[in-house]
């Protein structure tokens, strides 16, 4: 695996234990993180920077497997350009239910660089 990969790799694993201690700091209710503009930007800007990693990945490497690249960099673009179309409810979902997902696919490709 390319250095490169691994620092993107790393930089996914940054970004999702950032969001982890956002899931913390709202003691995982969504009530409390609906009524946290600055906690939903922050996710907001997480998901976005994991979306530019996943695509920067991608052009790198196009065999990577992370099982839903299109849908994360489809993300990122709708966050970035399309804003005013995000709800809480669709940023709370994706943490709760794919983000996860993707903390063990990076981990299995970060075993597979050693």
């Known amino acids: 695996m390319q ?3 691994l620092k993107y790799l790393l930089d996914i694993e ?3 234990l950032e969001i982890e201690s956002i899931k913390a700091i709202t003691e995982n209710n969504f009530n409390v993180f609906k009524k946290d503009i600055i906690l939903q930007r922050a996710v907001e800007r997480d998901l976005e ?21 299109k849908n994360i ?8 350009h399309a804003y ?5 409810e669709m940023i709370w979902g994706i ?4 983000v996860p997902i ?8 970060k075993q597979k660089s050693n």
Do not use: F, H, W
Not at 73 to 80: E, F, H, M
Not at 84 to 88: A, G, K, V, Y
């Open 102 to 109: 993707l903390a063990v696919e990076v981990n299995i490709l």
């Open 14 to 16: 940054s970004v999702i």
């Open 95 to 98: 943490i709760q239910n794919n």
């Open 73 to 80: 960099i489809g993300l990122r673009n709708i966050i970035s």
């Open 49 to 69: 920077i994991i979306g530019e990693v996943i695509r920067k990945m991608l052009e790198q490497d196009p065999n990577i497997q992370i099982s839903s690249a």
């Open 3 to 5: 250095p490169k990969i």
């Open 84 to 88: 005013d179309s995000i709800e809480p």
